[in-house]
T-cell receptor
Framework: KAGVTQTPRYLIKTRGQQVTLSCSPISGHRSVSWYQQTPGQGLQFLFEYFSETQRNKGNFPGRFSGRQFSNSRSEMNVSTLELGDSALYLC?????????????FGSGTRLTVV | GEDVEQSLFLSVREGDSSVINCTYTDSSSTYLYWYKQEPGAGLQLLTYIFSNMDMKQDQRLTVLLNKKDKHLSLRIADTQTGDSAIYFCAELIYGGSQGNLIFGKGTKLSVKP
């Protein structure tokens, strides 16, 4: 079974631009979560999607948004990029959306904002 | 609020046992996880424990849970240089009906030959 696939692996953007990151979950997994990892703040929860609906949201500004498609693939979008958005963005998938299901993470997209 | 604390560094010699400790704050946590992250990589799930268990063993890994003290530990037996990585403790927190993971800052394990 293929793992969680995130594209692109690396991205460099300019302050003020917007960016879209993609995540393909493990086949059969219907829940996709996004996390931001920075040296200062560590790993922080962004949001979770299940069946194309956002089920849970972390404490991030509205510039961070996401969506999920009918095939469970997910995208997250960050508008008006700031230098502080530079981070490793990790996607995780699981079969269901309650605690009985473990999270499998992708390798991440490393975003650098200059 | 929710918080997960870990010590930042641990150094051991190859062949010794490593013990990585973690404390968490949410007494309603149901699942607690250990993840491993190697340089430039994502998070690899090592093991997890359900909150009604005290211990779980999986090959070289032993997880101990003390619910009273909200303390979790990961013991790696016969530590190898390939175990050098950052280890994250995480608890599953429920916001409404949905859960998300709260992570510690990670413990960097260095294994000296």
């Amino acid at each position: 079974k293929a793992g969680v696939t995130q594209t692109p692996r690396y991205l460099i953007k300019t302050r003020g631009q917007q960016v879209t990151l993609s995540c393909s979950p493990i086949s059969g997994h219907r829940s996709v979560s996004w996390y931001q990892q920075t040296p200062g703040q560590g790993l922080q929860f962004l949001f979770e999607y299940f069946s194309e609906t956002q089920r849970n949201k972390g404490n991030f500004p509205g510039r961070f948004s996401g969506r999920q498609f009918s095939n469970s693939r997910s995208e997250m979008n960050v508008s008006t990029l700031e230098l502080g958005d530079s981070a490793l963005y990790l996607c995780a998938s699981r079969e269901g959306h309650d605690g009985n299901y473990g999270y499998t993470f992708g390798s991440g997209t490393r975003l650098t904002v200059v | 609020g929710e918080d997960v604390e870990q010590s930042l560094f641990l150094s051991v010699r190859e062949g010794d046992s490593s013990v990585i400790n973690c404390t968490y704050t949410d007494s309603s946590s149901t699942y607690l996880y250990w993840y491993k992250q190697e340089p430039g990589a994502g998070l690899q799930l090592l093991t997890y424990i359900f909150s009604n268990m005290d211990m779980k063993q999986d090959q070289r890994l032993t997880v101990l849970l003390n619910k009273k003290d909200k303390h979790l530990s990961l013991r790696i037996a016969d530590t190898q240089t390939g175990d050098s990585a950052i280890y994250f403790c995480a608890e599953l927190i429920y916001g409404g009906s949905q859960g998300n993971l709260i992570f510690g800052k990670g413990t960097k394990l260095s294994v000296k030959p």
